[in-house]
């Protein structure tokens, strides 16, 4: 990375801006290197992640590494993926899970940190809020229509659902995720990181 990117990582690395917010203190998890070619927006990270600060440390992570098809050390290569959540800090637990990512985290970060990453090739929007955020008007009704909307999306973009154990019944009940989409988004990444 060079140093001209440098000031706005150490300056999201101390944003504080939603402390007051949130259960834990704040611990911005991200991946980023301006040579980045595939984005992963997800949600907001996890207790375990809030932890290690490394994104998807978790089997969430396992899941979504095995759908892209990459191994560990691929994937933790921010001159190949650009891990930037919704959400940086971990937004504590509400009654179905996690909460939602905190608003105020994408509104200040999300577009200075992307207008320093030219080379993405593929933007892979995991879950309602990255999906909402990414696709905007593009997105369907539901998170499943959506995912299943994959070939009438814009080239460089796949929404998926988020790859937590908690939606295995998800998974259960659209297997023409992993038939359909998942060598679809192989495909485009090793096409993305050629």
């Known amino acids: 990375?060079?140093?001209?990117?440098?000031?706005?990582?150490?300056?999201?690395?101390?944003?504080?801006?939603?402390?007051?917010?949130?259960?834990?203190?704040p611990r911005p998890v991200f991946q980023f290197d301006p040579r980045g070619r595939v984005l992963i927006a997800?949600?907001?990270?996890?207790?375990?992640?809030?932890?290690?600060?490394?994104?998807?440390?978790?089997?969430?992570?396992?899941?979504?590494?095995?759908?892209?098809?990459?191994?560990?050390?691929?994937?933790?290569?921010?001159?190949?993926?650009?891990?930037?959540?919704?959400?940086?800090?971990?937004p504590g637990r509400g009654k179905g899970g996690d909460l939602p990512p905190r608003p105020e985290c994408a509104a200040q970060w999300r577009g200075p940190l992307l207008a320093l990453a030219p080379n993405i090739r593929l933007t892979l929007a995991i879950g309602q809020y990255a999906i909402a955020w990414h696709l905007r008007e593009r997105a369907r009704a539901t998170l499943a229509e959506t995912v299943k909307d994959w070939r009438n999306l814009p080239p460089g973009m796949l929404a998926l659902p988020h790859p937590s154990p908690r939606n295995l019944l998800w998974f259960k009940k659209n297997p023409w995720f992993e038939a359909e989409v998942v060598p679809e988004l192989q495909k485009r990444v090793r096409e993305a990181l050629a």
């Not at 969430?60 to 691929?74: H, K, P, Q, T």
């Open 42 to 90: 997800g949600q907001a990270p996890g207790t375990r992640v809030h932890e290690t600060g490394i994104p998807f440390n978790d089997p969430s992570g396992e899941r979504l590494r095995r759908w892209l098809g990459v191994a560990r050390d691929e994937f933790y290569d921010p001159a190949r993926f650009l891990i930037l959540p919704m959400g940086f800090c971990y």
């Open 1 to 25: 990375m060079t140093s001209d990117h440098q000031p706005l990582i150490e300056e999201v690395r101390a944003c504080r801006l939603c402390a007051a917010h949130l259960p834990l203190r």
